[in-house]
């Protein structure tokens, strides 16, 4: 990568996030939140890990990725004292044999979705002596299979959850489903959510939200926002 790419990459990058920045401020704003209490995600799947590091630069504290595979490499790749100030979040299906293998870079998993990785993810934590953060991901379509539980089943996968050893239970995660109203699909998310810290006290955090809605999301109490496209540029592929 040439030295110029790589400026006028970093400021296209910085005028974008600015934006983003700018968008988050307004919605606490007009919802009456602290700003503070909402964690940017940067979502940088099919990104190279030059822009991770970019972003890094630019303050960015919290990353997603959704592909196992791509999100290993990416963060081999990443200097390591980069990779040590940077949360990483795995928001993408997971298979439980692949569990083991996304422990090793994620700090957080979000998208648990069945008791069975829920105990892949323990096992593969306990195995590497470490805990690891983890959100129950709720299903808000009227169609199930894009991954996530129906919100009837969430509280039972959040019990089991919090009955890992090695997990920690930290809330819930949803995407807002496609051509559904948002605010109606978030603020369901948020009767979860609620639920759920009524058995789970430290279950706090409301993963939803995304270049697309993110207004939405905070307004219904979103303490992460997913943001990928409107920081990084469009995808090369549809997802
Ligand atoms: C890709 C992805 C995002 C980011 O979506 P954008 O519309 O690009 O902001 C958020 N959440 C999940 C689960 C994703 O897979």
Request: hydrophobic share 45%; glycine share 8%; proline share 4%.
């Amino acid at each position: 990568m040439s030295p110029a790419y790589d400026a006028s990459r970093r400021d296209e990058l910085a005028a974008s996030l600015a934006e983003v920045h700018a968008r988050i401020d307004r919605a606490c704003t007009a919802a009456g939140r602290n700003r503070e209490d909402v964690t940017l995600i940067a979502v940088t799947k099919f990104f190279p890990a030059s822009d991770v590091e970019h972003l890094a630069a630019l303050g960015v504290t919290d990353v997603g990725e959704n592909r196992d595979q791509e999100a290993g490499a990416k963060f081999e790749e990443l200097a390591s004292d980069v990779r040590r100030d940077l949360t990483v979040h795995f928001i993408g299906q997971l298979q439980s044999n692949k569990a083991a293998h996304v422990v090793r870079y994620a700090d957080v998993v979000q998208s648990v979705d069945r008791a069975k990785i829920a105990r892949a993810l323990d096992k593969a934590a306990l195995a590497q002596e470490r805990t690891l953060d983890v959100l129950v991901q709720v299903d808000l379509s009227d169609a199930p299979g894009r991954g996530g539980v129906a919100p009837d089943d969430a509280r039972t996968l959040a019990d089991d959850v919090a009955g890992c050893p090695a997990l920690r239970l930290r809330g819930v995660m949803a995407v807002a489903p496609l051509g559904a109203d948002p605010a109606e699909a978030f603020g369901r998310l948020a009767a979860v959510a609620d639920v759920i810290r009524g058995d789970h006290p430290d279950a706090t955090w409301l993963s939803a939200g995304m270049s697309g809605d993110l207004e939405h999301a905070v307004a219904a109490g979103a303490t992460h926002l997913r943001v990928g496209s409107a920081i990084l540029g469009s995808r090369p592929t549809p997802r």
